[in-house]
Every structure is written in structure tokens, then in C-alpha cells.
């Protein structure tokens, strides 16, 4: 059976991943994503209402046309987790392929959330949710299955597909959390077994974001560890606490909820994202957060909260608010320009949840909004964070469990895919036989 890659999109950025396999007549597509990045450098840029093409010409969501030169029909839609570097362009492309979009419970309920912003396009594939463990089949000879993977969204999988060449894996965005918050351990007995089993793995795209870090990434409980210690120590100070993460991350949303209770100070979320992530997670289940906790998007009613903090004493609430990256709308933002009902004074604590996402833009704009809190008299804690990537003895356990006969590195650009290929060369694979560095838009044919 005749085996290609089409390494789409997100090989050349961290962002707009898209990448298909196909398998003799049949092709999956395993996430179609948007570069934010790309968009934000714009001013006022509505993506709703763009055009496909245009946004493709503004590098914002993959090139897809290289697509037909893949001689096969699309029989899945794959989205591997609810990051918009993996779900943003869906609304934006999915509708040109007549095959339905495939994932896990909490990755396509913001699947939907995407779809129904969507102004420009009718998006009408099918959405199937399958869980991790599941397998569907793809055609008559191959077969797709969810491997459970940790990362700092829930839900997260690594889709194989198996065909009678092996085994693809496509590995992108995880670590190899053993004690992860509200979820299982990375099922790194399936990785083993799928390295074994019938022709072994034939591919593994593998996600290069931290290649060239030694070690290993810490669990999330290691941040969840970090957060009880450091909001613990604040137990007796009498003034404002405001804490921010990332809205996607509800494992590290409710640690921080339940350590606010624990000081007697009551959690309130606040800012759009915040809203959208953790509710959809309770609604679904997914978290137990606790009975009638405020969780406000607009902006009528964010103030309204703001306001009734400021009645009833700061000392009594511990808001968590969008704005880690000090993205100039976020509400930590808006709160450090004075623009809210809520004062900062002299030896309030902001809490930082999360890690400068090393770009010219999130940097810049993250020490504005640092500034800005700081000029009030705010003290700032930072960097209570670990990645949802892995890195080197990461790389080393993958290529150990699966064994692959190729392997893609994938999820940044050649220059951090080199530092990954230094390892990979390590483990005996070589450029141009069995490691294959790729950009955007190439095909890589590893059966002929
Ligand atoms: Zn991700």
C-alpha cells in the first residue's frame, strides 16, 4: 500500500498545525489549525468574517491546496485537542472535504464553539466523538485509533492510524505526565504495545516544541505543588490577589480555585475565554467545581462582579482573569490601564500562572501589562507554570516505546527541528533516509 505525508501546515511556526496521511486510496487529515499570531500583529482583524484564501495569504491557517496532489479521498478530520493551533481553522477549511470531523468529548464540544462563531462559511461536516481507546475504521484495510495523552488541555490523544505498512503516529502536543490533576497517566503501556505489535510503527510525527531541553518536563502536579505553596504564604495578607492562566487549562483553573478556598477567599472567574473553558467543562462534567461559582464573560457583567468585590472587600475574593500574555483586551490588562472597577494598591499580589511564550509580540506586550500592575505597587509572581510539551528524555522514552522506522519532526520551525535531529541521530536515525526534515507544503512518500 502506497503511504504519503503531507506536512500541511506547522512546520514552519508553532501554530496553524495540519498534516495528512494518506494510505493507498484513503486520507486522514490530523488537525487543521490557526496561527494567532499571524492575526494579532493586524489591527481589528475579525477572522469570522474572512475568506479561506486570505487568511492562508496572511499565514494565519494552513495551505491546504497541496492537498490535491494527495491521490485519495479524506475519510476523517482529525483535531487532536482543543488548542486553537490545532481546532482554529477547521471553520475555515473543514467544509471543502466531505468527511467528518473526528475527536475526543471535550475537544469537539469547542469544535462546535468554533463552527458556530463562524460568520462566512456553512460548516455541515459530521462531528463523531470517539474517547481514547477507541478505534474506527478507515476504508477496508486501515484503521484509526486515540492513544490518552497528557497535556495542559484535557482530552488530549495521539491518533494512530494502522495500515498494513505499520503503524502512523501522530504525536503532537503532549507530556509523559504520570501524575497529572483530573485526568489519567499518559497511556504509555498502548505506545508500547502499538511498538510491538503486527508491522510496528512505520512513522512517528513527533512535536518539537522543547527539543534541545534536557530532562524531562515536571508533571502538572508539580505546578499544582508551586500554586498550594505560593497562594498558601498569602494566607494572611489583607489585600488583593489575582491570579491568571491559561482559560484552556481547567486542570490548573480548578487547582487554583480550591487553594482561594482554602485561604477563605472566594474564586470568581472572569474574562470571555475563562468563561467558555471551564464552563464547558462543567457543564460536561469534566470538573467539580464548586456550587455557584461566579463565572463571568461579558463585559456588563464582569464589571458588575468587579464592583461587588470592591463592596464587600478584595480581601474576601481571589479573581482569576484572562490576560497571562498581557494580550491587550485580556482583563488583567484592561485591570493594569485602570479600565476596571477594580483598584490595584501598593503590595497587591498578581499571580502569574504561566509562561512568557517566547515571541517579539507576547513579550513585549506581557512586560507592558507587568509595567502597568507594577507602576500601581502590584508584586508580581511569575512562571508558576510547567510546559505541556515534552523534552529530550521525552523524545528518548517515544522513540523507545514505538520504535518507529521513520521519523517527522513537526510543531516548530527547521531550526528547533535540527535540535530535535540531533537526538533522533543519536538513536541511529539519518537525515534524508529515515529522519525526514519537511516545510509547509511538502510530500513526504515513505511506500512506494
Ligand atoms: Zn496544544
Do not use: W
Not at 247 to 276: D, N, T
Amino acid at each position: 500500500m502506497e503511504i504519503e505525508i503531507a506536512t500541511i501546515g506547522g512546520y514552519e511556526e508553532v501554530g496553524r498545525q495540519m498534516t495528512a496521511v494518506r494510505a493507498g486510496d484513503d486520507v486522514v487529515v490530523f488537525d487543521m489549525g490557526l496561527n494567532l499570531s499571524q492575526v494579532l500583529i493586524h489591527d481589528n482583524v475579525e477572522t469570522e468574517q474572512m475568506h479561506s484564501l486570505d487568511l492562508i495569504d496572511m499565514g494565519a491557517i494552513p495551505d491546504d491546496r497541496v492537498m490535491s496532489e494527495l491521490e485519495g479521498d479524506v475519510q476523517a478530520i482529525v483535531p487532536t485537542h482543543g488548542h486553537l493551533d490545532h481546532i482554529g481553522a477547521l471553520s475555515k477549511l473543514a467544509h471543502r472535504y466531505n468527511a467528518p470531523i473526528v475527536a475526543s468529548p471535550f475537544t469537539l464540544e469547542l469544535v462546535k464553539d468554533e463552527i458556530e462563531s463562524e460568520q462566512k462559511f456553512g460548516v455541515e461536516n459530521d462531528l463523531v466523538e470517539m474517547e481514547a481507546g477507541e478505534t474506527m475504521p478507515i476504508g477496508e484495510r486501515c484503521e484509526l485509533e486515540f492513544v490518552h495523552v497528557t497535556h495542559s488541555i484535557i482530552d488530549a490523544i495521539n491518533p494512530v492510524l494502522h495500515t498494513p505498512e505499520g503503524a502512523i503516529v501522530y504525536g503532537l502536543d503532549k507530556r509523559l505526565d504520570h501524575d497529572p490533576v483530573l485526568e489519567d497517566p499518559i497511556d504509555m503501556k498502548r505506545f508500547r504495545e502499538i511498538g510491538r505489535e503486527d508491522e510496528g510503527v512505520l512513522a512517528y510525527i513527533e512535536d518539537t516544541t522543547n527539543a534541545g531541553r534536557k530532562g524531562r518536563t515536571a508533571s502538572e502536579s508539580v505546578a499544582r505543588r508551586e500554586l498550594q505553596d505560593t497562594i498558601h504564604s498569602m494566607e494572611d495578607y489583607d489585600g488583593g490577589i489575582v491570579a491568571t492562566t491559561f482559560s484552556s487549562h481547567v486542570s490548573r483553573v480548578s487547582s487554583i480555585i480550591e487553594f482561594a478556598q482554602e485561604i477563605g477567599r472566594e474564586p470568581i472567574l472572569l474574562g470571555r475565554s475563562m468563561e467558555r473553558y471551564s464552563g464547558t467543562a462543567e457543564r460536561m462534567g469534566r470538573v467539580n467545581f464548586p456550587d455557584n461559582l461566579g463565572m463571568f464573560g461579558h463585559r456588563k457583567s464582569v464589571d458588575r462582579a468587579f464592583k461587588r468585590i470592591m463592596n464587600e472587600g478584595k480581601e474576601n475574593f481571589l479573581p482569576i482573569v484572562t490576560g497571562h500574555q498581557g494580550e491587550p483586551r485580556a482583563m488583567l490588562t484592561r485591570m493594569g490601564r485602570g479600565e476596571t472597577p477594580y483598584d490595584i494598591e501598593s503590595g497587591d499580589k498578581v499571580i502569574f500562572s504561566a509562561r512568557v511564550i517566547p515571541e517579539p509580540t507576547n513579550e513585549g506586550q506581557r512586560y507592558q501589562s507587568e509595567q502597568l500592575l507594577r507602576m500601581q505597587g502590584a508584586r508580581i509572581y511569575d512562571d508558576i507554570h510547567v510546559s505541556g510539551h515534552l523534552r529530550e528524555e521525552g523524545h528518548y522514552e517515544m522513540l523507545n516505546a514505538l520504535q518507529p522506522q521513520h521519523v517527522i519532526p513537526a510543531h516548530h520551525d527547521l531550526e528547533h527541528f535540527g535540535k530535535y535531529a540531533r537526538l533522533a541521530k543519536s538513536e541511529g536515525y539519518e537525515i534524508g533516509r529515515d529522519l525526514h526534515l519537511s516545510d509547509n507544503g511538502n510530500i513526504i512518500q515513505l511506500v512506494e
